[in-house]
């Protein structure tokens, strides 16, 4: 590149900052994020201002690092701005931050084949969101944003969705007519957030723990109920015979075996506590 070039590319940016000082444009922003713009091809990111807005608006440039909001932008303008994104529909799961939500397609093949990728994506700007609603996603190639509530969809199944996680079905035994891969997929990201199914969850994991200890000793499990800071657990021995015991959470030590140990429940734990009780224990 000779010095003439340099001095017409030179002269060429120079133009486009002025312009860029002159002009005001949209952008979407997210609480304590940036806002972008494109002015002849060159992306310019900037600091809103104030910093704790949230949504879409209309932004003048004042420096090199700082765009000051002037109004928020009317849903004409939004709506012009998210036509020229990229659009795919999407099915919400569960929100992540604010109006941030985890979303999934509604059709995986669809999005290998416009986005050449599959996998869940973080909306922002979900003004609409509850969770299973299926919504329409635009993005700029880095990020996605909300457009609209997806019309096309059958309400049905979102209704279908929301009932079974209302009943706690697991996502392995979730079946009704007209589900699909994506369906199931979308359940179990929102089954992993869901309150609904947290205390099934630590009890699975805490009937698991019982399970092995009575096992290694020959025991079984017959079934526990939750006592706070302790199970009361209700067991069988290899030959059959029943107990129950109190358990503690922390480490599984007896807290009451349930039998005569002389006051001495503690020395033991409930995997030990089965050769006590069959006479194999020694000390």
Same mark, same amino acid.
């Given at each position: 590149?000779?010095?003439?070039?340099?001095?017409?590319?030179?002269?060429?940016?120079?133009?486009?900052?002025?312009?860029?000082?002159?002009? =005001?444009?949209?952008?979407? #922003?997210? !609480?304590?994020?940036?806002?972008?713009?494109?002015?002849?091809?060159?992306?310019?990111?900037?600091?809103?201002?104030?910093?704790?807005?949230?949504? %879409?608006?209309?932004? !003048?440039? =004042?420096?090199?690092?700082? +765009?000051?909001?002037?109004?928020?932008?009317?849903?004409?303008?939004?709506?012009?701005?998210?036509?020229?994104?990229?659009?795919?529909?999407?099915?919400?799961?569960?929100?992540?931050?604010?109006?941030? %939500?985890? +979303?999934?397609?509604?059709?995986?093949?669809?999005?290998?084949?416009? #986005?050449?990728?599959?996998?869940?994506? +973080?909306?922002?700007?979900?003004?609409?969101?509850?969770?299973?609603?299926?919504?329409?996603?635009?993005?700029?190639?880095?990020? %996605?944003?909300?457009?609209?509530?997806?019309?096309?969809?059958?309400?049905?199944?979102?209704? !279908?969705?929301?009932?079974?996680?209302?009943?706690?079905?697991?996502?392995? &035994?979730?079946?009704?007519?007209?589900? &699909?891969?994506?369906?199931?997929?979308?359940?179990?990201?929102?089954?992993?957030? +869901?309150?609904?199914?947290?205390?099934?969850?630590?009890?699975? !994991?805490?009937?698991?723990?019982?399970?092995?200890?009575?096992?290694?000793?020959?025991?079984?499990?017959?079934?526990?109920?939750?006592?706070?800071?302790? %199970?009361?657990?209700?067991?069988?021995?290899?030959?059959?015979?029943?107990?129950?015991?109190?358990?503690?959470?922390?480490?599984? &030590?007896?807290?009451?075996?349930?039998?005569?140990?002389?006051?001495?429940?503690?020395?033991?734990?409930?995997?030990?506590?089965?050769?006590?009780?069959?006479?194999?224990?020694?000390?």
């Amino acid at each position: 590149m000779n010095k003439k070039d340099i001095r017409q590319l030179i002269n060429k940016l120079a133009a486009q900052e002025n312009k860029l000082s002159s002009t =005001q444009f949209i952008a979407p #922003c997210v !609480q304590g994020g940036k806002v972008r713009t494109r002015v002849a091809g060159i992306v310019y990111t900037f600091s809103p201002q104030p910093r704790n807005f949230t949504g %879409w608006g209309i932004f !003048q440039h =004042q420096d090199e690092k700082i +765009a000051v909001l002037v109004e928020e932008a009317s849903l004409p303008q939004v709506a012009e701005y998210l036509q020229q994104m990229k659009a795919l529909r999407l099915r919400l799961a569960y929100p992540l931050q604010g109006e941030t %939500w985890l +979303a999934y397609p509604v059709n995986e093949a669809d999005m290998r084949q416009r #986005c050449g990728y599959c996998q869940p994506v +973080a909306v922002h700007l979900v003004t609409e969101g509850v969770r299973f609603e299926p919504v329409i996603g635009r993005t700029d190639g880095v990020s %996605w944003w909300f457009d609209e509530s997806d019309r096309r969809a059958d309400p049905l199944i979102t209704e !279908q969705l929301r009932q079974h996680l209302k009943q706690v079905t697991s996502p392995e &035994t979730l079946q009704f007519s007209g589900i &699909t891969p994506e369906m199931r997929t979308v359940y179990d990201l929102v089954s992993q957030g +869901a309150k609904e199914f947290t205390a099934i969850r630590q009890q699975r !994991q805490d009937e698991k723990r019982l399970q092995q200890a009575l096992e290694i000793a020959g025991g079984s499990l017959n079934e526990f109920r939750d006592k706070k800071d302790h %199970w009361l657990v209700e067991w069988t021995t290899g030959d059959g015979e029943r107990h129950s015991s109190a358990i503690s959470k922390q480490d599984l &030590t007896v807290m009451s075996a349930g039998i005569c140990l002389s006051g001495e429940d503690a020395k033991f734990d409930l995997q030990s506590l089965v050769g006590v009780v069959e006479g194999r224990y020694e000390e």
